[in-house]
């Protein structure tokens, strides 16, 4: 990496006032940037693409995956006739039939016309056992904050004077019929510093929020507050998590109206399931004469355990290639997700009087699977997906107390011609001698010469894996058009546990970004590609990402799409939720943070005389996490510099993800795929 940075100390901000989210002199920056960047596309190509993505992503042989609330299976919906999307339902024997027969809940888009609001359906937390009531999320603009509405789904209709949870940020928890828990922003210096709630109230149905009973409040320096109830009969727990900051947190039990510890390391995950704790370690942990290393997962009877015992059952001890992604409980049995060099592997745990037992579940080779529970109250049923890049989705059904192979009850029909790619994986060497994995996806013999147009993309960031999934308006749009796909499996995720993480946190941070170079490097040495050819992408930390390829490795890349992007390492604390990110960045207020912070904040890095490849950013006004300020002043600040071909669009709905319905969706990914398209060929 470049060792001088001679902007990076300079303390002037000319770009400030792009911060104002709605200002007008903003709004108005902006609409005239979107008319400059639409005018530099050929907007009969870019409608085409547009229109070949949005066939992808409106195909009614998506699979529905459902979700089961009682008797019911649960499913939203997004397509032509739906962009906003409908929430219907039906029956096992139903949805096991080749047309299922969806019964409505709630159209969105009616909802949305009748209200005359924007809505973007966010999710809904049953209430159990009875699931017949239902905490809906809705969000005005896709952003994170939403208001929370009571639905009867059996009525189908909201609950009339029914609890109502208004426009924030907020978590909710069922408690009883007639009383929640809510984490929100009430006034009164309710949210933390990353405006986050930072108290739990218990809300009796008919009174008025602020009435309601403070359970636990935290400190305004921590991320946020948590809740959770477990309603599982005579298991019935209700959970408060006081998360310190986005990798650490101290979990309480509520017992009646006392918080009591449950003495887990703080960097910890855990779940209960009946009588059993599981406790997932993120570092090295020696409770008793045992240690058990970063990335075990461990059970223990959760009442032995708050009683002092400590005789934990290791249910699974990573090794330096295989690691733990995620676990969940059927009725009588954990199911973990496993990888191994980045391929999947899926083992059913099953505790037994003196021991557990594990087996092996059999799945597809060379591609991305991955299981959960269907039900953890009454059933062993499990869910599994297995995709690839070249493999379209197929959807299996199991049985967690069964030896035989689940059973392939969906799979969806290709969207673009795959025979005549093939998917490799090869490791590139990274600066301090780390192999670092990446999967290629190409035409079967591929030439060699240097050639070809390449999109290399990762992420780098809060242990996030990057997998092998089906994408078919990659397929149409990149590969289909002779270019070759690569998504890099860089040190800051999660594909080889939480050192795979941690090794790149603060002033590790060059590390992610010298793998993802290694990578660039190792296309180009093999003669996939060459850096005129070679553009990356990539969003939110992914934008963080290839905005320090921008600044520090602009030789290795003909072209940079970014997305959503952190880039103003400086003043991301003070923006949006930026003072969440401490534990993962540093903090730039502190003297000794902004000494390595610096180094990685492109923002700052932009140099004179330095010839920088032809750059795009992206951005959603409406978003309330990262913010659109970040690519705006990047690319404001390119501009008055006078570097060439920097081009930037802002999209008004859609919070982070960008879009809010399909048709966006697919023109953010078109313009994206257009952009490198024109650079790189």
């Given at each position: ?30 609409n ?22 949005l ?11 459902p ?68 905490l ?15 639905f ?63 359970v ?12 959770y ?13 006081d ?9 309480y ?23 059993w ?14 240690t ?53 592997q ?6 037994g009087?003196?021991?557990w ?58 969207l ?16 301090d ?16 010469d ?11 960031g ?15 749009e ?102 969440s ?30 010839i ?46 960008g879009?809010?319905?399909n ?19």
């Amino acid at each position: 990496m470049t060792e001088q940075y001679p902007d990076r100390m300079n303390p002037i901000d000319e770009n400030l006032w792009l911060e104002e989210t709605y200002g007008d002199a903003s709004l108005n920056w902006v609409n005239q940037q979107n008319e400059r960047t639409l005018a530099d596309f050929d907007l009969a190509a870019l409608d085409a693409a547009q229109a070949n993505i949005l066939e992808v992503y409106d195909s009614t042989d998506r699979i529905a995956m459902p979700a089961k609330h009682g008797d019911w299976y649960y499913n939203f919906w997004k397509d032509a006739e739906h962009p906003r999307g409908i929430w219907r339902r039906t029956t096992l024997e139903s949805y096991l039939s080749a047309d299922p027969a969806w019964e409505l809940v709630l159209d969105i888009d009616a909802l949305g016309q009748a209200e005359d609001k924007q809505w973007v359906f966010q999710g809904a937390e049953f209430l159990q056992p009875e699931n017949r009531l239902a905490l809906l999320r809705l969000s005005p603009d896709g952003g994170d904050a939403v208001v929370i509405r009571e639905f009867d789904v059996e009525a189908k209709t909201f609950v009339e004077e029914g609890f109502v949870v208004p426009y924030a940020k907020s978590q909710s928890a069922w408690l009883n019929e007639n009383t929640i828990y809510v984490a929100t922003d009430s006034g009164d210096d309710s949210l933390t510093n990353s405006g986050y709630a930072r108290e739990v109230r218990r809300w009796q149905r008919g009174t008025s929020l602020k009435d309601a009973t403070t359970v636990h409040i935290v400190d305004k320096q921590h991320m946020t507050i948590g809740v959770y109830h477990d309603a599982t009969p005579g298991f019935e727990r209700t959970l408060i998590l006081d998360k310190t900051d986005f990798f650490h947190g101290i979990w309480y039990v509520l017992a009646g109206d006392e918080l009591v510890r449950i003495d887990v390391p703080d960097d910890a995950n855990i779940d209960l399931h009946r009588e059993w704790l599981t406790i997932e370690t993120k570092s090295d942990w020696s409770p008793a004469n045992d240690t058990y290393i970063a990335g075990s997962l461990l059970a223990i009877d959760f009442d032995a355990f708050m009683g002092g015992g400590r005789d934990f059952v290791t249910v699974f001890t990573p090794d330096a290639r295989t690691s733990l992604q995620s676990s969940s409980w059927t009725r009588n049995h954990l199911i973990l997700n496993l990888l191994r060099d980045v391929a999947s592997q899926i083992v059913v745990a099953t505790p037994g009087p003196s021991s557990w037992s594990n087996r092996n579940v059999e799945i597809p080779p060379l591609q991305t699977t991955s299981a959960w529970a269907v039900d953890d109250q009454d059933a062993d049923s499990l869910w599994m997906v297995s995709t690839g890049f070249v493999q379209p989705t197929t959807l299996y059904l199991g049985d967690a107390s069964q030896a035989a192979a689940p059973e392939v009850i969906k799979s969806t029909s290709p969207l673009f011609d795959a025979e005549s790619y093939e998917v490799e994986q090869h490791f590139a060497t990274s600066a301090d001698g780390t192999r670092v994995p990446y999967f290629q996806v190409s035409t079967r013999g591929l030439m060699l010469d240097g050639s070809h147009p390449t999109l290399l993309t990762g992420y780098g960031g809060f242990q996030i894996s990057r997998l092998p999934e089906y994408d078919a308006s990659t397929g149409r749009e990149w590969l289909e058009n002779g270019g070759v796909y690569v998504v890099a499996n860089i040190r800051g995720g999660g594909e080889y546990g939480p050192t795979w993480h941690t090794c790149a946190l603060r002033e590790n941070r060059h590390r992610a970004y010298e793998d993802f170079a290694a990578v660039a490097r190792d296309l180009i040495d093999r003669g996939v590609t060459s850096a005129q050819h070679l553009g990356c992408m990539g969003g939110s930390n992914g934008g963080l990402l290839v905005g320090n390829m921008l600044t520090h490795y602009p030789d290795l890349f003909g072209a940079i799409v970014c997305t959503v992007p952190l880039l103003d390492m400086q003043r991301y604390v003070h923006l949006n939720a930026g003072a969440s990110w401490i534990a993962e960045y540093g903090d730039p207020e502190n003297p000794d943070d902004w000494a390595f912070i610096q180094t990685f904040s492109p923002y700052h890095n932009l140099r004179e005389g330095v010839i920088y490849p032809p750059v795009h950013f992206y951005t959603a006004t409406s978003d309330d996490r990262v913010g659109p300020a970040q690519a705006r002043k990047m690319a404001a600040r390119m501009q008055e510099r006078e570097y060439p071909h920097v081009w930037f669009y802002e999209n008004r709905q859609g919070g982070h993800a960008g879009s809010a319905d399909n048709k966006e969706r697919a023109q953010m990914r078109a313009m994206s795929l257009e952009f490198l398209r024109k650079h790189l060929r």
